[in-house]
């Protein structure tokens, strides 16, 4: 199983990005599909999960209204579209993959795989 992200990079706040991660090897629309973030020096944290089967997102509160999370199970692919940035969403960020239909986790120790992560910067 491979989970590749890309799109990341250097933004100045307002900006906006938008991350891809392409799964190969499984099943993809078996598999609830995250972005988790980690900054230096804090714990990894999920930024949004799209269930598989309903394909519904969570966000967490600090990305509502900015963030947005979609997949193609046509393309095994999650995308993150996100706007507005701050300096606070600055972070490396993973696609994550667990297995079930219909399902979220929050915990990161939930998910079976995970990608090497896009370095998102938002500064001026």
């Known amino acids: 199983v491979q989970l590749e992200e890309s799109g990341g990079g250097l933004v100045q706040p307002g900006g906006s990005l938008r991350l891809s991660c392409t799964a190969s090897?499984?099943?993809?629309?078996?598999?609830?599909m995250a972005w988790f973030r980690q900054a230096p020096g804090k714990e990894r944290e999920r930024v949004s999960c799209?269930?598989?089967?309903?394909?519904?997102?969570y966000y967490a509160d600090s990305v509502k209204g900015r963030f947005t999370a979609s997949r193609d199970n046509a393309k095994n692919t999650l995308l993150l579209q996100m706007i507005s940035l701050k300096p606070e969403d600055t972070g490396m960020y993973y696609c994550?993959?667990?297995?079930?239909?219909?399902?979220?986790?929050?915990?990161?120790?939930?998910?079976?795989?995970w990608g090497q992560g896009a370095q998102v910067t938002v500064s001026s």
């Open positions: 994550a993959a667990a297995s079930g239909r219909g399902v979220c986790y929050r915990e990161p120790d939930q998910y079976q795989y």
């Open positions: 799209t269930s598989a089967g309903s394909g519904v997102s």
């Open positions: 090897g499984l099943t993809f629309d078996d598999y609830a």
